[in-house]
C-alpha cells in the first residue's frame, strides 16, 4: 500500500513538473508565472513523498510493540469508532514526537488508509505497523533508521 501511494505521488509530481515547464516556455509573462508555479508544486509534491517515507519509518519505531501499538489507537481514537479521522492521526503523530508538515501528515495517513476512506481502521494500523519494518524502509528508501533519526 506505501509504493502505490509515493509511487503516485511521484507521477502526479512529474506531471506537474512536465505541464509547468510546457506553461513555462510560451511567451508571455502570465505563462511563465503560472508554469513556474505548476513547476514548484511538482517539486514539493516529489519532495513530501519522499518526506513522508522518513516520518512514517520514525513513527513506525516510536510504537515497540503490538500492545503499545493497540494503547495509542485506543488513546488517540477519540470518539471512540473504531478508526483514526486525520485529526486523530494527527494527534498520535505529534504525541509521539514525530514532526512532520501538512502535506507529509497527509501523506503518511493516506500510506496507512488502504482503503481509502478517509479514516484508519485498527486493522490497517496494524497491517502497517507489521509490514512497514526496518528492512522494508532500506529496500524502498535507501535508507537506514539511524539516517532517519538525525
Request: net charge negative.
Amino acid at each position: 500500500p506505501q509504493k502505490k501511494v509515493y509511487f503516485s505521488a511521484i507521477i502526479s509530481g512529474c506531471i506537474y513538473l512536465i505541464a509547468g515547464s510546457l506553461q513555462f516556455v510560451i511567451d508571455n509573462k502570465l505563462n511563465s508565472y503560472v508554469g513556474g508555479y505548476m513547476m514548484l508544486l511538482g517539486g514539493l509534491t516529489i519532495l513530501s513523498s519522499f518526506g513522508a517515507g522518513r516520518k512514517l519509518a520514525i513513527l513506525r519505531h516510536q510504537i515497540q510493540n503490538k500492545r503499545d501499538l493497540l494503547k495509542n489507537f485506543k488513546k488517540y481514537d477519540v470518539n471512540s469508532n473504531g478508526s483514526l479521522e486525520t485529526k486523530e492521526f494527527a494527534l498520535l503523530v505529534f504525541d509521539l514526537g514525530v514532526d512532520v508538515t501538512y502535506h507529509e501528515l497527509e501523506a503518511c495517513f493516506n500510506a496507512i488508509d488502504k482503503n481509502d476512506d478517509e479514516c484508519i481502521s485498527y486493522d490497517e494500523f496494524q497491517e502497517w505497523w507489521t509490514k512497514w519494518g526496518k528492512e522494508q524502509m532500506y529496500r524502498n528508501f535507501g535508507f537506514g533508521l539511524s539516517e532517519m533519526m538525525v
